[in-house]
């Protein structure tokens, strides 16, 4: 058994040892001071790579009067030297119910938030134009296009910051009809008639939708895509064996 006096010993030398040791780790930190950095992935900001568009993107068919389309957007514009940008727009008619066409309304938080429009986009240099408005079809929408019928419209341009953007539009035939929206880019879509389009609002289950459009072109691409079909079904039913 130990005495009080030998377990006062015992504490005060054992306090010595402490404090000497603290004493060590504060002298070697204050020399070498050991820096916790972050982890990479928490100081940047990762983006997911896009999914790779499916194979059948690129086995759609094409109207012989289309042949201008089909060249890369590169050659397109190296032949066209004032136009500097190329976007490509698909209008998609259901195809169960042929008196209605796709419209998607743009995301709150992208350029021109929570207005309406069809689908498309900005093509890449290495493809063609109508490769383009498939690629963006399927991107927005979820929609693969099988046969591009025709250009609806004239091309559409406009400037920003001394650069000329021009659009064209095709009015596309597609498989299916699911649609998978890119939240990021869309939130909403809806297939309308040539009547909502002219009034600019949808009623659907007794919930009224007001449609404003990103553009002007947006109407006037729909109005056109709605006079050039009802004249190719007439066309049609004159002629059988002119049928698309």
């Keep these: 058994m130990y005495s009080d006096v ?4 015992q504490l005060r030398s054992l306090h010595v040892t402490c404090s000497n040791l603290f004493a060590i780790m504060r002298a070697h930190v204050a020399v070498e001071p ?8 928490l100081s940047q900001r990762i ?19 289309l042949f201008p389309f089909n060249v890369q957007v590169k050659d397109y514009l190296n032949s066209h030297p004032s ?3 190329i976007v490509a727009a698909a209008l998609v008619f259901s195809p169960y119910n042929p008196t209605h066409v796709l419209i998607v309304q743009r995301s709150a938080t992208d350029y021109v ?16 134009i109508l490769a383009g408005a498939i690629r963006e079809l399927w991107e927005e929408s ?20 001394a650069t000329v953007w021009c659009k064209f539009s095709f009015e596309v035939e597609v498989e ?4 998978t929206l890119d939240k990021e880019e869309h939130q909403a879509f809806h297939w309308i008639t040539e009547d909502e389009c002219r009034k600019g609002e949808v009623v659907r289950d007794g919930r009224r939708t007001e449609i404003k459009w990103a553009n002007e072109s947006q109407v006037a691409v729909i109005l056109e895509g709605f006079r050039l079909r009802a004249a190719a079904q007439l066309t049609s039913q004159a002629s059988p064996s002119l049928a698309a």
């Excluded at 030998?6 to 010993?9: P, T």
């Excluded at 929570?114 to 063609?128: H, R, Y």
């Excluded at 299916?176 to 649609?179: D, I, M, P, R």
């Design 176 to 179: 299916g009809l699911e649609v």
């Design 47 to 65: 983006s997911m790579a896009p999914k790779p568009p499916p194979g059948t993107l690129s086995s759609f068919i094409a109207s012989p009067t």
């Design 113 to 128: 938030p929570n207005l309406w429009e069809i689908p498309g986009g900005s093509c890449d240099p290495d493809e063609s």
């Design 83 to 85: 136009k500097h940008h």
């Design 6 to 9: 030998q377990i006062s010993m």
């Design 142 to 161: 979820g929609l693969i296009a099988t046969k591009v019928l025709r250009q609806v419209g004239e091309s559409y341009e406009w400037v920003e910051e």
């Design 34 to 41: 050991f820096h916790i950095h972050p982890p990479l992935f």
